[in-house]
């Protein structure tokens, strides 16, 4: 298969259609009742080298009587390209729907209803503050119960802080002074405020009380909309960053439009995720220890808005028992309530799968809401909330054969299942075998401080075998650490098995779905306990699954997936014959001044971390001696590097550190630079070119 061949494929697996916001509306008839869901996809397309979104709708009629029984599912309507929006949300009485949206160098706010455009405030020209944050970690857009007020979070405005100086000498004095930002894929975002719009006046104002050691965001009115709350992150002494780190210092506030402002949470906590129960009585949030592993799980904490009182609805699971709830590892849906206010919905990885959950704040029960099928052929292995609105659950559903498809059903009562509708199918789906594998490591790997810990991985092949010969197999290694593979959609899995490889997907010791044991096992053993545990489920794999060939093995996997990858060439030399590796971690030691998460490369190999670590000879000699860099003299196999200039967590520097030494030993290397991507490597241009040379890698080496 040539390179057009390749790249056309891919566009095929990648391009499809992802679901990744939905909304409901509710209207009752004299004999029926209508939902009308609103779901907004994103989709890739390799002609713009940009990803697409667009929105559709469906209307469900359900018995006036029964509102729960869903009659009829009428046709969806066509799809609407949604163009340059940043934020939406829509008003919960009268359905208004605020927009911000970017034009050009201008950031608009536009408020619409049913005749069409009500109102546009252009922000950028009002100069109160810099530009919007519509990230996922600060952003938010929250309408007040009155629906006179909107409330979000923008960069402040240098001209408005109250340390500039006037005068054209302070401004050149001040414009090289170093500004602190989030870190990777945060950069633009140093010093947020939160900011209200009055649509009557059309004013805006910045809220001022917010305490000056802290950055405020996910922000959402209180009842009465004379107050809001919102998460501050402390980022004093200096930022560390917050991509993909739950473990940062942050606490729950209650800001008056007046400026008093209180904290309402514990002290010395990581707390994210804030979220008012329909009647405006109880605010949930998602509660983690601070530093120590980047990721965790969490608990859910319940606070009485009336007494003041904070209570736990569901804790940490250390380690949890097979079939059973594995905690909460994700951020919750902006919309989890039961329309009663008793039950939270939300997903969560559990092992190798992810599913939907209830449970209800009183019995503390947690109920499991997917199909629950023996036949795993019709199994989705990943199960996405995207909203429970009047207690209709919008749920995008996924497996490794089986590309995104929206589903919904209603909430259930006591001792019923759910009776799950298929909105939309799949445009296609791909005759790919998968098998899911639970693995146990021998005692001489078992960890002494968390015995007994289990593991497992996801196996992907074609349904085939191709001229009678062995299915050469591709290890894919899931960064983080504390992450997982679920049993999901995966565009490079399924590109990779339709090119003829089987792909064993690894969720080692420390993965999230494992219980929290599980993810505090791996501190102080990277480099070790996660190498044998992938080597062990490729052993695991080839035993159980003749049909691999054991000869033809690869290895790809970015970050420290990456630094696995290349661990495993380095420890097993004479095993792989090709990987693939994006912006890896090679050299932890060299890595501690340039990554955005110091912290996270004290953890790592066992110390603890405070803001006035300074590094020892002990630390980084613990730092090199755990890194890929020792065992770069043993690897045999060829390597294909892919950078990214602009990323701030691993620096790319670390990949040219193996390329170097590769290449003085005259071993088979090749590096991709990708100049303005970040750590993700997620622009669509650059997920093409590195799918692409991936895959001509593999056919020439293996």
């Known amino acids: 298969m040539d390179s057009d061949q390749i790249t056309g494929l891919y566009g095929k697996v990648s391009g499809l259609p992802v679901p990744v916001s939905a909304h409901v509306s509710e209207e009752q008839l004299p004999e029926v009742r209508i939902y009308t869901v609103t779901a907004e996809w994103i989709q890739s397309d390799l002609v713009r080298c940009s990803r697409l979104r667009y929105s559709q709708q469906w209307t469900l009629i359900a018995d006036s009587n029964n509102h729960k029984s869903i009659r009829t599912v009428l046709p969806p309507g066509p799809c609407a390209p949604v163009s340059g929006e940043l934020l939406s949300e829509l008003s919960p009485i009268h359905g208004l729907r605020a927009v911000v949206r970017e034009t050009g160098s201008q950031q608009l706010l536009e408020i619409w209803e049913r005749h069409g455009l009500r109102k546009c405030l252009n922000l950028s020209a009002l100069n109160i503050h810099g530009r919007v944050y519509d ?15 909107l409330l979000y979070v923008a960069e402040r405005s240098r001209s408005s802080s109250p340390e500039t100086r006037s005068g054209e000498a302070a401004r050149r004095e001040d414009r090289s002074v170093y500004c602190e930002d989030w870190g990777e894929a945060l950069t633009s975002k140093s010093v947020p405020v939160l900011c209200v719009v009055d649509l009557h006046h059309g004013a805006v104002d910045v809220l ?15 009842p009465g909309t004379q107050s809001v709350f919102f998460v501050g992150w402390y980022h004093e002494p200096f930022r560390l960053g917050l991509k993909f780190c739950s473990n940062r210092r942050s606490a729950l506030f209650r800001l008056g439009l007046d400026g008093r402002c209180e904290c309402i ?30 990721n965790q799980c969490h608990s859910v904490q319940q606070l009485d808005l009336k007494s003041g009182k904070t209570s736990t609805v569901l804790d940490v699971v250390s380690r949890p028992q097979a079939g059973e709830f594995a905690g909460v590892y994700e951020a919750l849906p902006s919309h989890c309530w039961s329309a009663d206010g008793q039950k939270v919905v939300f997903s969560s990885a559990v092992r190798n799968w992810k599913d939907v959950f209830m449970v209800d704040r009183r019995t503390k029960k947690v109920t499991s809401l997917s199909d629950n099928l023996s036949d795993l052929s019709k199994v989705y292995g990943s199960w996405k909330l995207l909203t429970v609105q009047r207690d209709l659950m919008v749920v995008c559903c996924s497996s490794p054969n089986s590309p995104p498809t929206l589903r919904v059903g209603f909430l259930p009562s006591a001792g019923e299942t759910v009776a799950w509708r298929t909105l939309q199918q799949p445009v296609v789906t791909f005759d790919h075998l998968w098998t899911v594998l639970d693995v146990t490591p021998p005692s001489e790997e078992d960890n002494r401080c968390y015995p007994g810990l289990d593991f497992g ?6 349904s ?58 791996l501190i102080g053993q990277i ?50 014959r ?24 004290y953890t790592s190999v066992g110390f603890q971390y405070s803001y006035d670590s300074v590094p020892t000879a ?36 670390q990949g040219l550190e193996l390329y170097k030494v590769l290449k003085s030993k005259g071993s088979p290397v090749r590096l991709l630079w990708f100049p303005e991507d970040g750590h993700s490597l997620s622009r669509v241009d650059t997920q093409v070119d590195c799918f692409l040379n991936t895959i001509l890698w593999l056919n020439q080496h293996l």
């Open 135 to 149: 990230d996922t970690q600060f952003g938010c857009l929250s309408w007040s119960e009155c629906e006179s007020k």
């Open 208 to 222: 001022q009380g917010v305490p000056p050691d802290v950055s405020p965001g996910q922000a959402l009115w209180a």
């Open 457 to 462: 991985a996801v196996l992907v092949k074609p």
């Open 618 to 653: 002990e630390t980084l000699a613990a730092m090199l001696q755990k890194s890929p860099i020792t065992h770069a003299a043993q690897i045999k196999a060829p390597v294909l590097l892919m950078l990214g200039g602009k990323d701030r967590r691993v620096s790319p520097h």
């Open 527 to 576: 480099g070790s306990q996660d190498v044998k545990d992938v080597q062990r489920a490729v052993m695991a794999a080839l035993q159980s699954d003749k049909t691999l060939d054991p000869k033809r093995l690869a290895v790809i996997g970015g970050s420290h997936g990456g630094f696995l990858s290349c661990h495993l060439i380095g420890q097993y030399p004479d095993f792989y």
């Open 265 to 294: 949470s514990g002290d010395n906590l990581s707390v994210s995720c804030p979220r008012l129960s329909p009647d405006g009585s109880v605010l949930i949030y998602l509660q983690g220890r601070v530093f120590g592993p980047h």
């Open 464 to 521: 085939h075998l191709l001229c009678g010969t062995g299915t050469p197999l591709v290890v894919f290694i899931h960064g983080g650490p504390h992450s997982q593979f679920p049993a999901e959609w995966n565009s490079t899995t399924a590109g990779l098995v339709e090119l003829g490889f089987a792909v064993l997907m690894v969720n080692y010791r420390g993965s999230t779905g494992f219980g929290q044991d599980s993810i505090l096992s």
């Open 578 to 601: 090709a990987c693939a590796a994006r912006n890896p971690v090679i050299n932890a030691a060299t890595l501690l001044g340039t990554s955005d998460i110091v912290d996270w490369r």
